[in-house]
């Protein structure tokens, strides 16, 4: 499952400061674009196709839910906020810095204002020497041939000269030190499009809730009263399985595990839906095995506020979650906030990221980024 798209890109700068340029362009497109996942090294090589000094190229791999053309565009305005003139006739002149997508997922895309893969990438050594710095198997969806081909079968014969490494901007964030993150929030909170961003963005693990599997979810949203204890019985059985299977094989230090929920969920929703006798009978089968649990090293909890949850669900259409009212949510949002207020034993981080969509904004994803890695910062010292 992808939770966002992967592009590449080449950067290039031939005037004044080279490198500053670039370094500029990698913490611009990182700032405001998309998730700078990795950086090339960079590569000096002569002006081609005029005549100009030689330039400062690299490639980079980042993450964005946005679309090509989207994309695109915002690359565009990246290039006039770095001083990119462009040659009123057509032709290449020098630049203070170039933007191109050279790859977006594994897709063909033809369109007026944009081609993909970039149709002259295999004939530019200063393209494909960095691109395999950050995909070194990515194999070309038209010509079928890998990188490494790619770069043997090369007419290009001009000098393409390793200069210097720089690092990643998502390098600066030490989010796999927990080893192990929970995201836990309402239903619409985003906790699993944040889950899969922190995965994806930093080499991790995912662990998704089976919430589809689940048979009694339809019958529940349709007769609460009637299915709650089969449904929080079925969600307890499948969570602590799934949880024990996952996270329980994961190396304390080696490995990155990202989840977007966990099993205190069961304790919290049950605690709503169901009636004294048939929650005193839950809370003593759930005490059992949540004794037996792996603690996240990190509980991140997304606070929204209802009527933005309420905007969300409706947004994201599942047909059943349609006639959740305001007031079940209240209470979901408050069994979450008493628990995390009377219970020790877990890392909490509580984020308000109602006015916040860091699913489309780079700025509130690097916010909550900046949260995780501040709660880092707060246990080493």
Not at 113 to 140: G, K, S
Not at 150 to 164: M, N
Not at 289 to 297: A, D, I, K, L, S
């Amino acid at each position: 499952m992808r939770f966002q798209n992967k592009a590449i890109l080449s950067l290039g700068s031939n005037m004044g400061n080279r490198l500053e340029n670039l370094q500029w362009c990698i913490s611009y497109i990182h700032n405001h674009v998309a998730t700078v996942a990795k950086v090339s090294g960079i590569y000096e090589n002569p002006s081609i196709g005029f005549d100009g000094a030689d330039f400062y190229n690299c490639c980079l791999l980042v993450h964005t839910q946005k679309p090509a053309l989207q994309l695109l565009d915002e690359l565009l305005k990246a290039e006039l906020e770095g001083g990119r003139v462009r040659n009123p006739d057509g032709g290449y002149i020098s630049r203070t810095i170039d933007v191109d997508i050279i790859t977006f997922n594994n897709e063909v895309i033809g369109e007026a204002e944009l081609t993909i893969p970039h149709p002259r990438m295999q004939e530019r050594n200063f393209v494909m020497v960095p691109l395999r710095d950050v995909a070194q198997d990515w194999l070309h969806p038209v010509l079928k041939r890998d990188i490494n081909h790619l770069i043997t079968e090369s007419k290009d014969t001009s000098a393409c000269e390793f200069v210097l490494q720089l690092p990643s901007p998502v390098d600066e964030f030490k989010v796999q030190r927990h080893n192990y993150i929970a995201i836990e929030g309402n239903i619409g909170a985003g906790k699993t499009s944040l889950a899969g961003k922190l995965a994806e963005d930093f080499g991790g693990k995912i662990v998704l809730e089976r919430f589809a599997d689940n048979p009694f979810l339809p019958q529940f949203y349709k007769d609460p009263q009637r299915y709650a204890f089969s449904l929080e019985m079925s969600f307890l059985a499948d969570r602590y399985q799934q949880l024990t299977d996952d996270i329980a094989q994961i190396h304390p230090v080696n490995d990155f595990v990202v989840a977007d929920y966990h099993i205190i969920k069961s304790l919290i929703f049950s605690k709503v839906t169901l009636g004294g006798d048939e929650y005193a009978l839950y809370k003593k089968l759930f005490d059992i095995m949540y004794g037996e649990m792996r603690r996240p090293g990190l509980y991140v909890y997304l606070y929204q506020t209802t009527e933005t949850l309420l905007a969300h669900i409706k947004l994201r259409g599942r047909s059943y979650e349609q006639q959740i009212e305001a007031g079940y949510l209240d209470k979901i949002n408050e069994g979450y906030l008493d628990y995390i207020k009377t219970h020790s034993g877990l890392n909490v981080l509580v984020l308000d990221v109602s006015n916040r969509d860091f699913v489309h904004n780079q700025e509130d994803y690097l916010w909550v980024l900046g949260e995780i890695e501040r709660i880092v910062s707060n246990d080493q010292k």
